[in-house]
């Protein structure tokens, strides 16, 4: 039989697809014909935003983001190491691998090496429970196209057939409902793929063709929601067409009307060109997006305990990861201004969650056990941040007002400006008690506010950030108008 060529492969799948996105279109134009009527959401933004967010992610506010691929193997630089090497050329990758690998060395080639013999999903979901965690996002597919599922649509490029030889994503989600079952399980999926042909072809034609989109990225999301029934379905990898070529609303009507997490999934923001901040289930916006001020929509702050990286890097030094601090600063800062937390790790390529990222992950859950009543289920408040002390930051549950403080006061004396007492104000503090009983902080009314007067720190059990807990207080009025919220229509 004659080896088909690159360029010929492309046409000859791209007749046969032409038959096929022909025939899809008689289908629809026959419903359409019959008065065929979408039940539930229809495939439109509009009617897709109507749609009620499920209560488990608001009050859930804390997940955990899983980069996990091909790229673990070669662990240098990013997870975008196959890119960086291959497409744009970048210096630094193509001097790495000239120093450490043969001539003909191809990314393909790092496949077997992923092995994953160390991988113990059981182990995993005991570290995001010890973290304090409410759902868990893993990568089902990166750019680089690699499954970590055996998926009828990925041959040989999937966790099964190469590689670990077995289906990373089924054992988590299995260890996760069955050990963790208060944890809620969700995946990514890369709508795009760096150098897969149909890809590289729909865009050569300027996506008037979805030659990719038909037989490889759709089908691969209805398999994992079918399969796995994830509750998070996280998209990326959409930025270079609109999202009318990757038929998102089309997907995401099913999945709301449909599917066997209709009634609790949600998604975020990456499904085309200017959808981002725009529409989904909550916003993303941009990796790390961090507005610091109140915004109008649920949204999520996705970030790396490594600054530089989303997947494991063996380059990385101890300053690269952020520290609990910085990581609990991030938390309050989110959680005050209506979102929710994913914190991303790196694992290795053999299966192993690095004991920096671990000891993040614990020492966040060993200070949730303490303050989680200021975070779970919360809601933001009159105002976000305190307007005379930095770095205090509010939430609120009901009658009680959350002052997350991240550090210490000088001479054990916190001053707030935009809280006011009242008779029946009362003040503690979380983790802090005498004789089993929560105690009403001293305070006094000064030019600036009000004044809280700390316990001595070696009476209290929190450690790196501390949570005053507050009723019957009243916001101070507002002098200006509140800050404006971070507006993304100019950069669609």
């Keep these: 039989m004659t080896s088909l060529k690159c360029g010929d492969w492309q046409h000859y799948c791209g007749t046969l697809l032409v038959v096929a996105v022909m025939s899809c279109r008689v289908v629809l134009l026959l419903s359409l014909l019959l008065g065929v009527a979408w039940a539930g959401y229809e495939p439109t933004w509009s009617s897709l935003d109507s749609r009620p967010l499920p209560e488990w992610y608001d009050g859930a506010k804390i997940g955990i983001f899983i980069h996990w691929g091909v790229f673990s193997v070669p662990s240098f630089g990013s997870e975008w190491f196959w890119s960086h090497w291959q497409g744009a050329h970048s210096p630094m990758y193509v001097e790495f691998m000239k120093k450490n690998y043969p001539p003909n060395f191809t990314y393909q080639d790092f496949a077997p ?21 409410r759902y868990v996002v893993l990568t089902s597919k990166h750019h680089e196209g690699f499954t970590n599922w055996p998926s009828h649509f990925s041959w040989n490029w999937n966790s099964m057939d190469v590689g670990p030889k077995r289906d990373l994503l089924g054992d988590l989600a299995k ?30 034609n300027k996506f008037s063709t979805n030659y990719f989109v038909i037989t490889k990225t759709m089908p691969e999301l209805y398999e994992l929601v079918k399969k796995y029934e994830p509750e998070v379905v996280w998209s990326d990898g959409d930025w270079e067409a609109q999202d009318w070529y990757w038929n998102s609303t089309v997907f995401l009507a099913w999945l709301f009307n449909e599917s066997p997490v209709k009634d609790t999934v949600v998604v975020n923001d990456r499904w085309g060109q200017g ?13 790390r997006y961090n507005p610091g001020v109140l915004q109008p929509h649920k949204w999520e702050n996705c970030m790396t305990l490594d600054k530089q990286s989303w997947g494991y890097r063996r380059n990385a030094t101890a300053t690269d990861y952020l520290t609990i601090h910085d990581v609990i600063s991030e938390l309050a800062q989110t959680v005050s201004c209506r ?9 290795t390529h053999d299966g192993r969650i690095p004991p920096i990222m671990e000891e993040r992950l614990r020492q966040l859950g060993s200070w949730l056990n303490i303050n989680g009543e200021a975070i779970y289920n ?4 009159i105002h976000q941040n305190d307007s005379v002390t930095p770095g205090v930051w509010f939430t609120s549950n009901s009658d009680r007002v959350y002052a997350i403080v991240l550090s210490w006061p000088k001479g054990g004396v916190l001053t707030l400006g935009s809280v006011l007492p009242t008779p029946e104000t009362h003040i503690s503090m979380l983790g802090y008690h005498e004789n089993s009983i929560q105690r009403n902080f001293q305070l006094k009314l000064v030019s600036k506010g009000m004044q809280v007067v700390f316990p001595p720190m070696s009476d209290v059990s929190s450690q790196w950030a501390w949570v005053l807990v507050m009723s019957g207080v009243e916001p101070v009025a507002r002098t200006a108008p509140p800050p404006s919220v971070m507006l993304w229509n100019d950069l669609a």
Excluded: M
């Design 175 to 204: 260890a996760i409902r069955s050990e963790t079952p208060h944890i809620h399980f969700g995946l990514y999926h890369s709508l795009y793929e760096w150098f897969h042909p149909l890809y590289l072809a729909d865009k050569s």
């Design 275 to 287: 959808i981002p901040c725009h529409h989904g289930s909550y916003y993303t916006c941009a990796d």
């Design 378 to 381: 919360s809601q933001p408040w």
């Design 113 to 133: 090496q992923f092995t994953a013999e160390f991988y113990q999903p059981e182990e995993w979901a005991s570290i995001f429970s010890a973290s304090g965690a």
């Design 339 to 347: 979102g929710n937390i994913l914190i991303n790790v790196g694992p």
